[in-house]
C-alpha cells in the first residue's frame, strides 16, 4: 500500500503501535518494529478493541497548503471483507474517499460502531522533583476529536491520529482484510494501508462477566459554577453520563471512592450497575460526612448510627433489585494498623446489619501482612494494597477465604525505569501493570485513586483550570497536566498523576493515550485470566517481570498476545 494519486501523494506516514508517544518530530524511520508500514495487522476476540496510531509525518515548515501540499488530513476506511489468508491477493474493496464509514462484513448495519479515530493532542509537562526524568515540554496524551474539515497540519510537526476498532461482539470468527486511507481537505487520497484483522473464536468477557476487575475512582459534582480545580466543570446529569459511559467503554468503572457526606445517588449506582460494573462504591464510611475528616480509630456511636442510616435507604432498593451483589461500602484509605479499632467498629456494624454488602479497604503498609490470621477475622470482604507492599503469602491466605484482592500504584514507585502512568513515562507502562498484576496468583483486579483530579494552587499551576483549549488550530492545547495533589500542605506535583481524562470544552470527557492503553491492559488481563494461573505468569513475565524489570516493546507484546489467543483457543 504506497501513496495515493492525489498532488500531495509524497506525505510520509506509517502505521505505529499504540504503546508508543509519538512527539511533534517523530518519524517513521526511526521506530524499528514499532511500525508496520502501510499495514495494519489486527486481532482480538468478539467483543474486543484494537489500536493503532497512524503518524503523518512533518511537512516542510511554510508549506502546508502551498504547492499542493495538504494543510489537512482525514481517515477513512473500506469494508472489511472476509478473506482465507494475507496473501496480497485477498479481495480488497475500492472506492470509498472521504465517504461514511462501510464496514457491512465484520460491522453490520451499524458500521459507526466499529471504528473511530482522534487526533493526538500534546500538553507541556514542567520538571518536576517528584518523581525522576519528568518534564521533557511538549507530550502526547489528550485524543482530541478532529474537526469536521479535517485535522491541520502544522508546518515542521508530525502529527499522529488514533485508531480505535472495536469488533462487534456478533462477528465471525476468522481473517479479514480492507483498507485504511489517509485523505486531505480536498478529497485527494495521500497514503493507503492494508488493514488485515484476524477475529478469534471466544469472547471478550463484558463487564458483568468479567475476570479482572478496576476499580478507578471519578470525582464529581454537579455544581453550575466553574469547579474544574477538582473535577469536571459545568457538569450537568447529561455531561455526568457521557463521562460515565467513556469510563465504562475502558472497561474502568467510574467509581467514587471518597464520596462521604451521603450515599450515593442511587439513580448512578442503578445506572453503573445495568452497564454491567460489578464493584460500586455506595458511602465512604471512614470520613466524617461534614469535612471529610479520616476517623482512623475515633469513630464514634453517632457516627456509626449515621451510616447505617444511610444505607439503611439504599441497602433494601439494591437488594431488592438483585444488585447488591454489585455494591460496596469503602474506607480507611492508607491507613496504618492503629486504625484497626475503627475497622472493626464500623464495617463490624455494617456487617451487621447488612451481611451482603461488601467492605473494602486499602490498608497496603507492611504492618497489615497478618490480616488473613487477626482473630477474630477482620470484617473485611475487598482488601486493597499497593503493589510496592504486596506480599504472595498474604494474598494466598486471603484468597483462601474467599476474599477479594485489589493492588494499586501511586506517586510511587518514582524512580526511572520503573512502571508509573505519569505523561512522561513510556506508553507501554499502563499496560504492562496490566499484565503484571495478572501475572501473579490470586489478585482479583487493580485499583486507581483517580481518573479526573485537576488541582491546582500550587506553584506549576496556580490558577483554578478552565475546559482544554487548543492553541489556534494546533494539536496543543494549554491545559496545564501539573496535578497539585498535596496543595496546600507542599508544593510538590506531577504531571498526569490522578489525571487520565480532561475536561472537553462542554465538559464533554477527553480521553487520552494512557486511559486507551489501559484499556487495552484490561482487555490483556482478561484474556490471560481465561487460562490456568501457571501459563498466565508464564506469559506474563515475558514482558513484566516486575516494577523495576520489564520489557518495551510492542511488537513483542502483540506476539504474546498472539501466544496466549492461541493458548485460550486450543483449551477451548
Given at each position: 500500500?504506497?501513496?495515493?494519486?492525489?498532488?500531495?501523494?509524497?506525505?510520509?506516514?506509517?502505521?505505529?503501535?499504540?504503546?508508543?508517544?509519538?512527539?511533534?518530530?517523530?518519524?517513521?524511520?526511526?521506530?524499528?518494529?514499532?511500525?508496520?508500514?502501510?499495514?495494519?495487522?489486527?486481532?482480538?476476540?468478539?467483543?474486543?478493541?484494537?489500536?493503532?496510531?497512524?503518524?503523518?509525518?512533518?511537512?516542510?515548515?511554510?508549506?502546508?497548503?502551498?504547492?499542493?501540499?495538504?494543510?489537512?488530513?482525514?481517515?477513512?476506511?473500506?469494508?472489511?471483507?472476509?478473506?482465507?489468508?494475507?496473501?496480497?491477493?485477498?479481495?480488497?474493496?475500492?472506492?470509498?474517499?472521504?465517504?461514511?464509514?462501510?464496514?457491512?462484513?465484520?460491522?453490520?448495519?451499524?458500521?459507526?460502531?466499529?471504528?473511530?479515530?482522534?487526533?493526538?493532542?500534546?500538553?507541556?509537562?514542567?520538571?518536576?522533583?517528584?518523581?525522576?526524568?519528568?518534564?521533557?515540554?511538549?507530550?502526547?496524551?489528550?485524543?482530541?476529536?478532529?474537526?469536521?474539515?479535517?485535522?491541520?497540519?502544522?508546518?515542521?510537526?508530525?502529527?499522529?491520529?488514533?485508531?480505535?476498532?472495536?469488533?462487534?461482539?456478533?462477528?465471525?470468527?476468522?481473517?479479514?482484510?480492507?483498507?485504511?486511507?489517509?485523505?486531505?481537505?480536498?478529497?485527494?487520497?495521500?497514503?493507503s494501508f492494508l488493514v488485515y484483522v484476524t477475529v478469534w473464536d471466544f469472547e471478550m468477557p463484558p463487564l458483568d462477566r468479567s475476570a479482572w476487575n478496576a476499580i478507578f475512582a471519578f470525582t464529581y459534582h454537579e455544581t453550575p459554577e466553574d469547579n474544574a480545580a477538582l473535577h469536571p466543570p459545568?457538569?450537568?446529569?447529561?455531561?455526568?453520563?457521557?463521562?460515565?459511559?467513556?469510563?465504562?467503554?475502558?472497561?474502568?468503572?467510574?467509581?467514587?471512592?471518597?464520596h462521604h457526606d451521603a450515599v450515593r445517588d442511587l439513580a448512578d449506582v442503578l445506572y453503573l450497575a445495568e452497564a454491567g460494573q460489578r464493584w460500586i462504591n455506595l458511602l465512604n464510611v471512614s470520613k466524617r460526612p461534614k469535612d471529610g475528616k479520616d476517623l482512623c480509630a475515633d469513630v464514634s456511636?453517632?457516627?456509626?448510627?449515621?451510616?447505617?442510616?444511610?444505607?439503611?435507604?439504599?441497602?433494601?432498593?439494591?437488594?431488592?433489585?438483585?444488585?447488591?451483589?454489585?455494591?460496596?461500602?469503602?474506607?480507611?484509605?492508607?491507613?496504618?494498623?492503629?486504625?484497626?479499632?475503627?475497622?472493626?467498629?464500623?464495617?463490624?456494624?455494617?456487617?451487621?446489619?447488612?451481611?451482603?454488602?461488601?467492605?473494602?479497604?486499602?490498608?497496603?503498609?507492611?504492618?497489615?501482612?497478618?490480616?488473613?490470621?487477626?482473630?477474630?477475622?477482620?470484617?473485611?470482604?475487598?482488601?486493597?494494597?499497593?503493589?510496592?507492599?504486596?506480599?504472595?503469602?498474604?494474598?494466598?491466605?486471603?484468597?483462601?477465604?474467599?476474599?477479594?484482592?485489589?493492588?494499586?500504584?501511586?506517586?510511587?514507585?518514582?524512580?526511572?525505569?520503573?512502571?508509573?502512568?505519569?505523561?512522561?513515562?513510556?506508553?507501554?507502562?499502563?499496560?504492562?501493570?496490566?499484565?503484571?498484576?495478572?501475572?501473579?496468583?490470586?489478585?482479583?483486579?487493580?485499583?486507581?485513586?483517580?481518573?479526573?483530579?485537576?488541582?491546582?494552587?500550587?506553584?506549576?499551576?496556580?490558577?483554578?483550570?478552565?475546559?482544554?483549549?487548543?492553541?489556534?488550530?494546533?494539536?496543543?492545547?494549554?491545559?496545564?497536566?501539573?496535578?497539585?495533589?498535596?496543595?496546600?500542605?507542599?508544593?510538590?506535583?506531577?504531571?498526569?498523576?490522578?489525571?487520565?481524562?480532561?475536561?472537553?470544552?462542554?465538559?464533554?470527557?477527553?480521553?487520552?493515550?494512557?486511559?486507551?492503553?489501559?484499556?487495552?491492559?484490561?482487555?490483556?488481563?482478561?484474556?490471560?485470566?481465561?487460562?490456568?494461573?501457571?501459563?498466565?505468569?508464564?506469559?506474563?513475565?515475558?514482558?513484566?517481570?516486575?516494577?523495576?524489570?520489564?520489557?518495551?516493546?510492542?511488537?513483542?507484546?502483540?506476539?504474546?498476545?498472539?501466544?496466549?489467543?492461541?493458548?485460550?483457543?486450543?483449551?477451548?
Amino acid at each position: 500500500g504506497g501513496g495515493g494519486g492525489g498532488p500531495g501523494g509524497g506525505v510520509g506516514a506509517c502505521a505505529v503501535a499504540p504503546t508508543t508517544h509519538l512527539g511533534r518530530g517523530a518519524a517513521c524511520a526511526g521506530l524499528g518494529n514499532a511500525t508496520t508500514g502501510h499495514a495494519l495487522r489486527l486481532a482480538g476476540a468478539r467483543g474486543e478493541v484494537e489500536q493503532r496510531q497512524i503518524l503523518v509525518e512533518a511537512l516542510p515548515a511554510l508549506s502546508a497548503g502551498a504547492g499542493g501540499a495538504p494543510a489537512r488530513v482525514s481517515l477513512a476506511f473500506s469494508d472489511l471483507v472476509p478473506v482465507d489468508a494475507e496473501d496480497g491477493a485477498a479481495p480488497l474493496p475500492g472506492g470509498g474517499g472521504g465517504g461514511p464509514l462501510g464496514l457491512g462484513y465484520l460491522c453490520g448495519g451499524e458500521p459507526e460502531g466499529c471504528w473511530d479515530w482522534w487526533q493526538v493532542g500534546y500538553v507541556f509537562c514542567n520538571e518536576t522533583e517528584r518523581y525522576q526524568e519528568s518534564g521533557g515540554g511538549w507530550r502526547p496524551d489528550p485524543l482530541l476529536a478532529p474537526e469536521p474539515e479535517g485535522v491541520l497540519l502544522e508546518p515542521g510537526a508530525a502529527q499522529p491520529l488514533w485508531v480505535r476498532l472495536r469488533i462487534p461482539r456478533d462477528a465471525r470468527p476468522g481473517r479479514y482484510a480492507g483498507s485504511l486511507w489517509l485523505n486531505d481537505e480536498r478529497g485527494y487520497r495521500l497514503r493507503s494501508f492494508l488493514v488485515y484483522v484476524t477475529v478469534w473464536d471466544f469472547e471478550m468477557p463484558p463487564l458483568d462477566r468479567s475476570a479482572w476487575n478496576a476499580i478507578f475512582a471519578f470525582t464529581y459534582h454537579e455544581t453550575p459554577e466553574d469547579n474544574a480545580a477538582l473535577h469536571p466543570p459545568h457538569l450537568t446529569a447529561a455531561t455526568k453520563r457521557d463521562w460515565f459511559k467513556m469510563l465504562t467503554d475502558h472497561r474502568l468503572p467510574p467509581d467514587s471512592l471518597y464520596h462521604h457526606d451521603a450515599v450515593r445517588d442511587l439513580a448512578d449506582v442503578l445506572y453503573l450497575a445495568e452497564a454491567g460494573q460489578r464493584w460500586i462504591n455506595l458511602l465512604n464510611v471512614s470520613k466524617r460526612p461534614k469535612d471529610g475528616k479520616d476517623l482512623c480509630a475515633d469513630v464514634s456511636d453517632d457516627h456509626v448510627s449515621w451510616v447505617l442510616d444511610q444505607l439503611g435507604y439504599a441497602v433494601p432498593i439494591l437488594r431488592g433489585r438483585g444488585l447488591l451483589g454489585r455494591a460496596y461500602v469503602y474506607g480507611f484509605d492508607e491507613s496504618k494498623l492503629e486504625c484497626e479499632p475503627g475497622v472493626r467498629k464500623i464495617f463490624g456494624a455494617v456487617k451487621g446489619a447488612f451481611p451482603d454488602l461488601r467492605t473494602v479497604a486499602a490498608l497496603g503498609a507492611e504492618e497489615w501482612n497478618g490480616i488473613p490470621e487477626m482473630e477474630p477475622p477482620l470484617p473485611l470482604d475487598g482488601w486493597v494494597r499497593h503493589f510496592l507492599h504486596h506480599n504472595a503469602t498474604s494474598a494466598r491466605a486471603w484468597a483462601d477465604q474467599g476474599k477479594s484482592y485489589f493492588l494499586y500504584h501511586s506517586i510511587m514507585p518514582n524512580r526511572a525505569g520503573q512502571l508509573n502512568t505519569f505523561i512522561e513515562r513510556p506508553l507501554i507502562s499502563a499496560r504492562l501493570m496490566m499484565w503484571l498484576g495478572a501475572g501473579l496468583a490470586d489478585v482479583t483486579g487493580w485499583l486507581y485513586y483517580a481518573v479526573d483530579s485537576y488541582a491546582t494552587g500550587c506553584s506549576v499551576n496556580p490558577e483554578p483550570h478552565h475546559t482544554l483549549r487548543r492553541l489556534g488550530s494546533t494539536a496543543m492545547v494549554d491545559f496545564n497536566p501539573g496535578n497539585c495533589i498535596w496543595w496546600p500542605k507542599t508544593d510538590l506535583w506531577a504531571n498526569g498523576d490522578g489525571q487520565f481524562t480532561y475536561p472537553g470544552s462542554l465538559s464533554e470527557p477527553v480521553g487520552t493515550t494512557r486511559l486507551a492503553n489501559f484499556l487495552d491492559g484490561l482487555e490483556d488481563a482478561e484474556l490471560l485470566k481465561m487460562l490456568p494461573q501457571e501459563s498466565t505468569q508464564a506469559l506474563a513475565r515475558q514482558l513484566a517481570r516486575s516494577l523495576d524489570d520489564w520489557t518495551d516493546d510492542g511488537a513483542l507484546l502483540e506476539e504474546v498476545r498472539l501466544q496466549a489467543a492461541a493458548a485460550v483457543t486450543s483449551r477451548a
